[in-house]
């Protein structure tokens, strides 16, 4: 019936196992809970308490895979046909998380996202940027995410039957991290499969400081680059290469460029504020692939 893979990156992952193992119980269903640590450093000893448990299993890696070939190791040792793909840091908002989805399987859908939510209180003051951003950009409701599926969707919340994920795998070559989701799902896209959109979300939880969060950001545009280089993403389906592609033709980069090198301080002091700005987020964004994409 379904396997749940969590791949793991330094979270202690058992309280969210020792629910879904649960919930998997109740509904009475064959189920394996596959989790993989991608060679991280914290909580190994509390995510081996998973082993303990029925039906699940928690393994390491030696090396540093990346998420995306996590994830296809994970499905590759999986032994059911429906895959439910969850990142370590999320959990159920709801009792009956795992009910919803055995619905979808008995409809048969082939890709269904439940969505994402953010916990309404305001985290620390320095983790507002990445808890503003997760609630403007990312938690949206199901007849928003509607409009545009494959690119409403997220992978940290995502059930995929198992011959359709063998058939469209995560992009091995990108081991960094950023876009891998957007590159997946566009190439689902490209086969006509769309993402069937319902209302079972879960939490993000594990918020980065804003300065983890910009240090993160920078890093997935540098993964963003390269695989636009790389021709495995069509322009149209990201809003930063859509509007670089704009500026280039306007013969602009080179002048938003320059414009960041002078303004990133400032930016960045309005970004690590108490009161960031996700307008200012955008424009720093645009300005580093800029300063990036002419090298």
């Given amino acids: 019936m379904l396997s749940i893979l969590v791949p793991i990156y330094n979270y202690n992952v058992y309280p969210l196992v020792l ?13 394996e809970i596959l989790c993989q640590d991608d060679a991280s ?6 995510n081996q308490k998973i082993n303990n ?6 393994s390491v890696n030696n090396l540093n895979l990346g998420r995306g070939k996590n994830i296809n190791f994970l499905a590759k040792k999986s032994k059911f046909e429906w895959l439910l793909i969850m990142d370590c840091d999320t959990f159920p908002t709801q009792n009956n998380y795992i009910q919803k989805y055995i619905f979808q399987i008995n409809e ?7 969505g994402i939510e953010y916990h309404k209180e305001k985290p620390s003051s320095n983790q507002l940027l990445r808890w503003f951003y997760g609630n403007a950009r990312e938690s949206i409701s199901v007849e928003k995410r ?6 409403s969707a997220l992978t940290s919340n995502i059930l995929i039957q198992k011959k359709v994920f063998n058939s469209n795998k995560f992009d091995d070559s990108i081991t960094k991290y950023g876009y891998e989701d957007l590159v997946f799902l566009s190439d689902l896209k490209k086969k006509g499969i769309l993402v069937k959109h319902i209302d079972n979300p879960t939490y993000h939880l594990g918020l980065e400081t804003s300065k983890q969060f910009l240090v993160k950001t920078k890093i997935a545009l540098e993964n963003l680059k390269s695989i636009s280089e790389n021709n495995s993403l069509c322009k149209s389906e990201s809003k930063i290469l ?12 080179s002048f938003i460029s ?26 720093y964004k645009l300005g580093y692939y800029c300063s990036i994409a002419s090298r």
């Fill in 19 to 31: 629910e879904l193992h649960n919930q998997c119980k109740d509904c009475g269903i064959a189920f």
């Fill in 41 to 46: 450093n914290l909580f190994k000893i509390e």
């Fill in 53 to 58: 448990l029925e039906n699940c299993n928690f």
């Fill in 108 to 114: 048969a859908e082939q890709v269904v996202y439940g």
């Fill in 146 to 151: 509607k409009i545009n599926p494959n690119g």
């Fill in 242 to 253: 859509k509007t670089y592609s704009l500026l280039k033709r306007l013969y602009l980069t």
């Fill in 258 to 283: 320059i414009l960041f090198k002078k303004t990133e301080r400032n930016l960045e002091h309005n970004l690590l504020s108490k009161n960031p700005s996700l307008f200012l987020f955008d424009l």
